[in-house]
């Protein structure tokens, strides 16, 4: 049963081979991300991949798509309920066009499975983060048998091995070096969803990042869930770790900058704080997730790490890298959150003085252990606490922002700018949009890394002049 083009009527006998083919072509995909970088990364692999090997076309409109897929994340509360209420409305097209296939993927559907179909017997396909690469051949066979295809397996690396290779869309690519989690924070479901940790051999991390910046990528970002967990094999059978990556992949030529996401305090090794030094190619930001700052939170949350420990960390990265902006995920209202500790959160940020950060409320997650604790704060309480880090985390944002008035930045250049074509785009080490008076050209392409004077820090965005 081939999913039918709205372009062919369904009345139209004709299937010679040309039109066979050109049908093929026209098929389209929508695909709905949530969740962390990991998911919108995945989802950008399976375009590629539907692209490559189906003939698929990606497409905004849910209404017009052949294949309609939800990427889903189930790290906070209601995320089911979210996805559920997502595929209500996906429903409704499958009820007007029965050819449309309907597929969940991500971490809900990894640790939900069957529970989705038979909840929505419309849904045809349930797929988890390390199977997207059987994603073509669960769509035939969905097809021609008409039975729902769940697949919720953790092979090992296969997933790397069975997708088309990865193209550069811009100036900055990711690329994924690891994936799953083997810590078992009391209130995470990572490790459920995404299973053990599974790292990529060295040389095909490698390799593909080589061929993204043949392609213009000069800003590379490597992702995994704890990226500092990194042990890649090399051909010749070595064991390595992070910092052995970073300094070959920062020994790429055509490579200029390099960023992580992300990477556990527990495991920031004394190489990788020294490679601070020798790699310049390392932005100056660090993300490095906190999550709280009471040590007795941390020590319920199963974090293996002090706050006084993750502030020497930052110290002694901030010796060497003496403008070193740091980011964080905090989890506020933890069970059992106490005022005393909520301060020592608070503590934490002003000492460290985190840059532009995510701040969540904690949520109860079905199987982790934390969720068989009493809350024990009321709501209101908790909302309060986490406007204030909020407001704090912004505060040190704008004030970052407005002392790199008057200073010179390295760009990495994006684009003309949407809103004004005399302008370009670019991005600092520290993650800020800066536009910039210039025109592309063949000594200013997309990619290059220009210095830049900030002389304004408006709200969204910084602005500059060549220098
Ligand atoms: N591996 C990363 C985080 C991955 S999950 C690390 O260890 O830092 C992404 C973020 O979601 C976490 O950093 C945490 O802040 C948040 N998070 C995870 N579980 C949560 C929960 N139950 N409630 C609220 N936030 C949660
Ligand atoms: Fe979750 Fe902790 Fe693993 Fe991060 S390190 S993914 S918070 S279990
Ligand atoms: Fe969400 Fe899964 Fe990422 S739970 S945060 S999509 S790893």
Redesign the pocket.
Known sequence: MMPRDPDFPAGSADLSQDRHMETRQHKKVFIKTFG?QMNVHDSARMRDLLASKAGYRSTEEPETADLILLNTCS??EKAKEKVFSELGRFRQIKARRPDVVIGVSGCVASQEGHAIIQRMPFVGLVFGPQTLHRLPAMISAYQQSGIPQVDTAFPTVEKFDNLPPARAEGPSASVTVMEG?N?S?S????PHTRGREVSRGMEEVLTEIAALSEQGAREIVLLG??VSGYRGTTQGGKTVDFATLLSEVAALPLVRRIRYV?S?PREFSRRLIDLYEKTPKLVDHLYL?A?HGSDRILFAMKRGYTALEYKSLIRRLRTIRPNLSVSS???VGYPGETDDDFSAMLRLITEVGHDNS?S??????PG?P?ALLPIGIPLPVRRARLQQVQALIESHAHRISQSMCGTVQEILVEGQSAKDPALLQGRTENNRVVHFPGTLSATLPVGALVNVTITESARYALHGTLT
């Open positions: 962390c790290v906070r989690c810590k924070c209130y995470c479901v990572v869930q704890n992300t556990h997730p999550q995920d905090f989890i995510f969540f409320l904690y949520s109860p997650r982790t934390a």
